[in-house]
C-alpha cells in the first residue's frame, strides 16, 4: 500500500463546477496535512494547510480532514480554467521530519 | 516570506560528469529535502537532511550524495551523471515538527546528454 494515495485523475470538470479531490494516507500518527497545486513546469505552491478534524475553508477551497478514516480532500468551488493544474496531496509523518506526496491528481477546467 | 533558492534553473551536463545542486533557504529550517520529479511518477524523495552534517536517504538514493555543512545549505551530487538522471529537481525545506508547509525552490531541469 502507497503511503499518501490520491484519486487517479484526470479530473475533467466544467467552469463553475465543483472539483473534488481526494487523498488518504497509512500513517496514523500524522498530524499535518496539505494541498499543493503545480503547473506545468512549475514547483509546488502551496494552497491549503490542515492539522484538525473537520473543514476548513479559504475562499473558493475547502480542505477537509477525516484522521480516523485516514482521509483528507480538497473541494473547489466555482472552478476557474486558472485552476487546471495538478493538485498535491502531502503528509507529515508521525516523527515530523518528512513530508510524503501522492503522486498527483491533473485537473482540467473546462470553460 | 520563506525563500529556497536553488542555484539554476536550467542546466545541461554530460554523461560522466559530477555534477552539483545547490540549495539555499533563509528561514532557518531544520529539515531540507532534495525530489526529483518525472511525468507520471510524482515527487521522489532522494535525500533529506534533518540538521547539519546530518542526511538520511530517501525513496530513490542510488547515483546521488547529498553535503549539508551549513544549515541553510544543501547540495545534491551526482557523483558520475547518466541519461537516466535527467529530470527536474526540487529542493524543500520544513521546520521540524511538521506543522508548517514545506517550502519548495523554483526547481532546476537538469539534462544529461
Known amino acids: 500500500q502507497k503511503e499518501v494515495e490520491q484519486n487517479s485523475g484526470p479530473l475533467s470538470v466544467p467552469e463553475g463546477a465543483i472539483a473534488s479531490l481526494n ?3 497509512s500513517d496514523r500518527g500524522s498530524q499535518s496535512f496539505f494541498w ?11 494552497i491549503m494547510s490542515i492539522y484538525s478534524n473537520g473543514d476548513k475553508e479559504d475562499g473558493r477551497f475547502t480542505a477537509q480532514l477525516n ?9 473547489i468551488r466555482d472552478s476557474q480554467p486558472s ?29 | 516570506d520563506v525563500k529556497v533558492t536553488q542555484s539554476s ?3 545541461v551536463k554530460r554523461t560522466g ?13 531544520e529539515n531540507m529535502f532534495w525530489y526529483r520529479q518525472d511525468p507520471g511518477l510524482g515527487l521522489r524523495l532522494i535525500y533529506f537532511s534533518y540538521d547539519v552534517k546530518m542526511k538520511e536517504k530517501g525513496d530513490i538514493p542510488e547515483g546521488y550524495s547529498v553535503s549539508r555543512e551549513k544549515k541553510e545549505r544543501f547540495s545534491l551530487i551526482l557523483e558520475s551523471a547518466s541519461t537516466n538522471q535527467t529530470s527536474m529537481y526540487l529542493c524543500a525545506s520544513l ?11 523554483d526547481g532546476t531541469r537538469l539534462s544529461i546528454l
Not at chain 1, 484522521?67 to 473541494?75: I, P
Not at chain 2, 521546520?95 to 519548495?104: K, L, M, S, V, W
Open chain 1, 36 to 46: 499543493y497545486r503545480q503547473y506545468s513546469g512549475k514547483s509546488p505552491e502551496l
Open chain 1, 67 to 75: 484522521k480516523a478514516s485516514q482521509y483528507v480532500s480538497l473541494l
Open chain 2, 9 to 11: 534553473r536550467y542546466l
Open chain 2, 95 to 105: 521546520t521540524h515538527g511538521g506543522n508548517q508547509p514545506q517550502h519548495f525552490g
Open chain 1, 83 to 111: 485552476d487546471s493544474a495538478t493538485y498535491l496531496c502531502a503528509v507529515v509523518d508521525t516523527s515530523g521530519s518528512r513530508l510524503t506526496f501522492g503522486e498527483g491528481t491533473q485537473l482540467t477546467v473546462n470553460p
Open chain 1, 23 to 25: 487523498c488518504t494516507y
Open chain 2, 17 to 29: 560528469e559530477k555534477v552539483f545542486l545547490e540549495c539555499v533557504q533563509d528561514m532557518d529550517h
